[in-house]
């Protein structure tokens, strides 16, 4: 939206003079989203590229998002400091050599924003990025060579099927490429050298589903551009520069990048100081020529004093409001009517970092988040599309190990063609104990499975009977699981609890003060809550889903809606950390309702204490947060509607017994980040009522991970990093002895760090302090002990360093890792292996496969399937995690459906018939996509499934041999 109400005043036009000048100068008043509008205002003025750099990544994402406001997004370029550790493909590097790339070709002006970090990496050539992007298109003409080529060039990795961004896969006349800026891959089917159709596809399916005509598709990185020689500000040209606030830039980090990387210029920063204009809030000492404006801060003149509201509009006074919610503004009017105040003012949709007032136009700009003091909104600025749900595919490929139902555990070998009486058929080969081989033919294909389980399971001796004995065991111990949840399920059944009413305005209002972007998983979770809520029934659901994902959001809902009702709720955590951060996030999300929140656990002084206990008694505390604590005989409630429990897995057998015993017939909500798979939680349905979240919140970042020996220089670069963007380090250290020790190195490394230290046998004042310390920023480093394991939220702490990585289980890394890359910056993760330390070859496999799947809620994809296992064990008792080794994840989810079935009285039928016709090896060559399909023709039981499946197979490979097709066809005839 263009607002130029600047184009008269005299001091705007004494600016646009010196700026025609070419002079260097000041300009002093204001803070960023007043110099927003400012630049703003010259850029509609002037026929002129304009480039912005700020202090810090973060302050330059608060000017993106002010200046949008006042500019069309089409001319505002981003350009993010690139991975500096990770050469290859990460989304910031390509979002970097996207936006070069597009300015190269821009034939609009612009205005380039960024900040030093950034600007000191030289480019390629403009000439050479021009020729780097290439455009496809429905009936164009390409040969397939050529793209492949490119595609080379460009660093996409070539793979059997595509799953991840980056990469590409080729069959006959079909392209698969994930390219980095779509959410899904793209389909390119080629006809001759002609493109005949491009299609978006599911990773999880494989299958396509939307028709597009165009698309562009850019390389990974700068590094496959073209050669980096050339400093940014000499590639464009008719520009302006502007250096925001620069008495605030750090230097340390770059200083120390520039020692390593030829690619950095330093002095690229001095050379624009000649020729910048600079713009600051305070006059600075090197200012010697400068335009004052006046400009006013907003924040004292409208605001909300806890029920009261200030509302200053002076005479005439133009205002124009920017808002996230439009009901927020509606609640805004209804206060003001509500007390009488007059207003008048513009809404505008939008983010405006701070409200600003230039008294000599009588205009004035305020942020709706402001007044409500909302100041924690974080924006995604580098993914600006919606993450895909997780992935559930799961190929066999040669090396694998297997499961045969009635054999046992195996290694998939292939597929293998044998002649048997005159004929040429296919059969599985699975390599057992001793090197005995088992030929399955393909007909009882539906008897193997892949195994998911121990990194390396005991293979099975072939016609022994410790697989029959190994089934039965299993069997059994499912059996009496079942047993017990359908005795559970059944009395709970018989009960009634308390039903809580529909929502009213103000829990719809609650919901609406939400500051991101729900997610579908999201939404659905808290509507399964509610719905329990709202029945007789007695509600006892577990939620689970990634660190980060918005677990809490659903039971800070569920907590609104029980108080409403005039009943208490109960939020018990394991750790006292976690106590404390739930107790800080609660508050400051009911901080306008006249909710009372305390909290017990070790933390607080006895005293309190029993001030709370006395307060629980007479109904006087809404909600509790607390440890075992409030488990504890003292402890007596008056009315409690609604238990929550976070990670009860890390509760004891005792502690377990007490929560069933003190809270029966009441509202349980049980919270989880260990992931359970769909296949499990298909079984236990109606049994165990189970939500799952598994959609990455909009905009975030996979976490860079890097794994490796102990290096100081490594410790030192990761934290000057994230201080150089105001960020702040987790530094993992698990032994409390030497936990001081750590610290005076950290010190040494790094001396103008603020650092401190937490751990779990400090004093409990002296933990709330240190960590109200570091959620407040007054921290730059912790070295802390694993209590910061769970549940903790620092929205600006997105480095973690663990310091012997060895020590931790897969997902414990995993756990870990999810403290950080919560919000929407960029995360590092370090897993650090201390010097001359011998490393097993299976603590080597753990640790590396920490490092390739770091993509958000990759937690369900693993080699880490080993938190799937252990999400089991944690629903259904720790015993199982040996049970689902003996045979395989798929096999003992089989066996649960099966039970479960039988205990509900339902009859399972299996009704697959034989699969007796090959599929040519010509056609498909890869063994596993094979096995994949002769698995899904198995499964085939009516004509529309089949023809779904041929189209699925002329989706994936371009065309399917007739032959093919009239044995698919002919195999459901013989069905039906």
């Known amino acids: 939206m263009e607002l130029n109400f600047l184009k008269g005043n005299r001091r705007f036009n004494e600016v646009l003079y010196f700026l025609e000048s070419g002079e260097s100068f000041y300009i002093i008043g204001g803070e960023i989203s007043f110099f927003a509008f400012l630049i703003s205002s010259i850029f509609h003025s002037l026929e002129k590229n304009l480039i912005v750099i700020l202090p810090s990544e973060k302050d330059a994402e608060k000017f993106y998002f002010d200046i949008v406001n006042f500019v069309a997004k089409d001319y505002i370029k981003f350009l993010p400091c690139p991975d500096y550790t990770e050469e290859g493909n990460s989304e910031t ?99 001759g050298n002609k493109i005949e159709s491009i299609r978006k596809f599911e990773v999880s399916s494989q299958k396509s589903f939307e028709k597009i005509e165009t698309f562009l598709i850019y390389p990974l990185s700068e590094f496959y551009a073209g050669e980096e020689e050339r400093d940014i500000f000499s590639e464009i040209e008719n520009k302006i520069i502007f250096l925001i606030n620069p008495t605030e830039m750090k230097f340390e980090y770059l200083e120390m990048i520039a020692k390593k990387k030829e690619c950095v210029d330093l002095n690229i920063i001095d050379r624009i100081k000649k020729e910048a204009v600079f713009l600051a809030s305070k006059i600075s000492n090197e200012a010697k020529k400068f335009l004052y404006f006046n400009v006013l801060k907003t924040d004292e003149r409208f605001k909300f004093i806890g029920e009261n509201i200030i509302w200053q ?43 600003f007032s230039i008294p000599e136009e009588n205009i004035t700009f305020l942020s709706l988040n402001e007044i409500f003091s909302k100041y924690k909104s974080r924006h995604p600025l580098l993914k600006k599309y919606k993450t895909a749900p997780l992935s559930t595919w799961t190929e066999i490929k040669e090396g694998d190990y297997v499961v045969h139902i009635n054999e046992g555990i195996g290694i998939f070998k292939g597929m293998e063609k044998i002649n048997v009486n005159g004929n040429e058929e296919e059969f599985i080969v699975i390599e057992y104990d001793k090197g005995d081989k088992l030929y399955v ?89 509610k719905n329990d809520m709202m029945s007789e029934k007695i509600m006892d659901r577990i939620v689970c889903g990634d660190s980060g994902y918005g677990k809490t959001e659903v039971a800070m809902r569920a907590s609104f809606k029980c108080v409403l009702s005039g ?107 260990t992931p359970i798979p769909r296949t499990l939680n298909m079984a236990l349905s109606g049994l165990v009522d189970i939500s799952l979240i598994e959609t990455p919140p909009i905009g975030r970042l ?48 790094v001396p103008f760090a603020r650092i401190e230290i937490a751990h779990g046998r400090m004093k409990p004042d002296e933990i709330a302090n240190v960590m109200r310390k570091f959620e407040d920023g007054k921290i730059d480093v912790l070295v802390a002990t694993t209590i910061v394991e769970n549940g903790l939220d620092i929205p600006n702490a997105n480095t973690l360093i663990v310091d012997n990585a060895l020590k931790y289980g897969l997902a414990d890394l995993y756990q870990l890792r999810g403290r950080v890359g919560r919000y929407k910056w960029r995360a590092y993760a370090y897993f650090l292996i201390p010097q001359n330390f011998p490393v ?32 089991a064990g944690n629903i259904l008792g720790r015993e199982q995690h040996g049970f689902i080794e003996m045979v395989g994840f798929n096999l003992y989810c089989q066996f649960w459906q099966e039970i479960s079935a039988y205990m509900k009285g ?44 041929i189209n699925e197979i002329i989706d994936k490979f371009g065309y399917i041999p007739e032959s093919l097709k009239q044995n698919i066809l002919a195999f459901v005839e013989n069905v039906l």
């Open 840 to 871: 097993s070859k299976k603590a080597m496999e753990r640790l590396k496969a920490i490092q390739e799947f770091t993509s958000p809620g990759s937690g369900y994809k693993i080699a880490l399937k080993d938190l799937e296992i252990r999400g």
């Open 702 to 749: 996979s976490v860079v991970t890097y794994v490796g020996r102990y290096d100081e220089n490594i410790v030192r670069e990761a934290i000057l990093r994230e201080m150089d963007r105001n960020g702040q380090v987790f530094y993992l250290h698990n032994y409390i002895y030497d936990i001081e020790k750590v610290k005076e190195r950290l010190k040494r490394i």
């Open 441 to 529: 033919p393909i007909s009882q294909i539906s008897m193997v499975h892949k195994y998911i389980g121990s990194d390396s399971p005991k293979l099975s001796s072939l016609g022994s009977k410790t697989w029959r004995k190994i089934k039965e065991k299993v069997k059994n111990s499912i059996k009496d699981i079942a047993s017990e949840l359908y005795k559970l399920y059944v009395e709970r059944k018989k009960e009634t609890g308390f039903k809580f009413p529909p929502d009213d305005e103000l829990q719809i209002e609650f919901e609406n003060d939400f500051i991101y972007e729900e997610t579908e998983d999201q939404l659905k979770a808290i509507k399964d809550v």
């Open 313 to 355: 509009q002076n005479e005439g006074e133009k205002i124009f409001l920017f808002y996230e919610n439009f009901l927020e503004i509606e609640k805004l009017k209804k206060i003001l009517s509500e007390k009488k105040i007059k207003y008048d003012f513009e809404e505008i949709a939008g983010i405006l970092s701070c409200g």
């Open 93 to 191: 590097n390509f979002e970097r050599v996207k936006t070069l790339i597009d300015i190269a070709n821009s034939e609009n002006k612009f205005i380039l924003i960024s900040y030093p970090s950034a600007i000191v990496k030289k480019i390629p050539k403009f000439k050479e990025l021009k020729n780097k992007l290439l455009k496809i298109e429905k009936d164009y003409e390409l040969r397939r060579d050529n793209f492949l080529n490119f595609l080379f060039s460009s660093g996409y990795e070539e793979k059997e099927i595509v799953e991840l961004p980056g990469e590409f896969a080729r069959r006959g006349g079909v392209i698969d490429v994930f390219p980095l800026n779509s959410p899904f891959p793209i389909r390119i089917n080629f006809s």
């Open 567 to 673: 009943k208490q709720v109960v939020v018990l955590v394991p750790t006292t950390v976690l106590a404390l951060q739930h107790y800080l996030t609660f508050k400051e999300r009911f901080s306008k309702y006249p909710v009372i929140i305390e909290m017990l656990s070790r933390l607080v002084p006895e005293r309190k204490q029993r001030e709370i206990i006395e307060k629980l008694k007479e109904g006087k505390i809404d909600i509790i947060i607390g440890t075992h604590r409030l488990l504890q005989d003292d402890v007596i409630f008056k009315d409690v509607g609604l238990l929550i429990i976070d990670e009860e897995q890390r509760f004891g057998v005792l502690q377990k017994e007490k929560i069933k015993t003190n809270f029966k017939k009441i509202d349980v909500l049980t919270l989880t980040a």
């Open 906 to 949: 339902e009859e399972i039928k299996e009704e697959r018939k034989e699969v007796t016709f090959s599929i040519p090896e010509e056609f498909i060559k890869s063994p596993s996509m094979r096995f994949y399909l002769y698995r899904e023709i198995s499964k085939l039981k009516t004509k529309d499934e089949a023809e779904a499946l």
